[in-house]
């Protein structure tokens, strides 16, 4: 039964998340914050609370710049935890950059610890990382692959993953990236749960592509359009179906959902995090929401300061 020990989380690159320009023309899209602090920052805090995870790698095609090297030096100091970035040479796709750096990945991986988390960048949920180790567990006993699911309107389903399970089963038995028509309300969520078996679906895909001379650049894989959909015959995946809120951050409209979430989220698990109330401090009369028309008008007692 395979320990989790490792999570990898995907940044993209400069050529990706064109939508959320400008915000994303200073920074990086995923140093981008949402309350207070950069987004993933957020999955590196959800993989700290599995005690069994060491280290967590960052895969993109981002420069390894000052700001890089500060974020990954202050998440190391503040979770006491492994982070390490690891640059693509070009971008290699979702499968591409997890297949490249194998070797990365599995390099401390000994018989009893050969799981890992991948999660996308630019999801933002309450991640189950927990929930997804007790479900492979159960099922394939630490040994097959957990995809985390979330309910989707048939008009936004096609536009992601889409996957299709009987209603009393975990089991996935269909998966189709963005289908032209409706096929499953269930939609990949972003965030998954692997053996290191995962590999060996990798190299098939890397090694037919290399064979396929119509197919260019060959060592670009998709894990949403080349590896998931070769998994459903293995009746090795499995969908954990989240229950609680989820977002896309994939536009600066989207970031304020994501930010008013995680704010919730501070009150109740996070309180440490929020500014609190006290001497020398404003009051704060709990959560307050600002609409897009509303317009804030700052009035300034003067009465006091003396004029020339």
Known sequence: MGEVCKAVILMGGPQKG??????SLKVPKPLFPLAGSPIIQHHIESCKKVSSISEVLLIGNYQY?????????????????????????????????LYHFRDQIT???????????????????????????????????????????????PEEAVHYGCIVTEDDSTKV????EKPETYVSNIINAGAYLFSSEIFKHMAQVF??????EMIYPKDRISLERNVLPALVGTDKLHVYRLNRFWNQVKSGGSAIYANRFYLSL?????QDRLAANGEGHATILGMQYLFVNLI?????DTSHISHM
Do not use: W
Request: aromatic share 14%.
């Open 18 to 23: 064109t939508r959320f320009r400008p915000l």
């Open 65 to 97: 710049d000052m700001l890089l090297k500060d974020f990954v030096y202050d998440m190391q100091k503040e979770y006491k935890i492994q982070v390490r970035y690891l640059q693509e040479y070009t971008p290699l796709g979702t499968a591409g950059g």
């Open 107 to 153: 390099r401390t991986f000994g018989s009893d610890s050969s799981n890992f988390f991948v999660l996308n960048s630019d999801v933002c949920c309450d991640f189950p990382l927990c929930e997804m180790i007790a479900l492979q567990k159960q099922t394939t006993n630490g040994t097959g692959f957990v995809i985390m699911g979330t309910k989707a309107s």
């Open 173 to 176: 038995l269909h998966y189709v």
């Open 207 to 212: 090694d037919e592509q290399y064979k396929n």
């Open 266 to 270: 501070f009150c109740k698990q996070n």
């Open 296 to 300: 804030i008008v700052s009035f300034v």
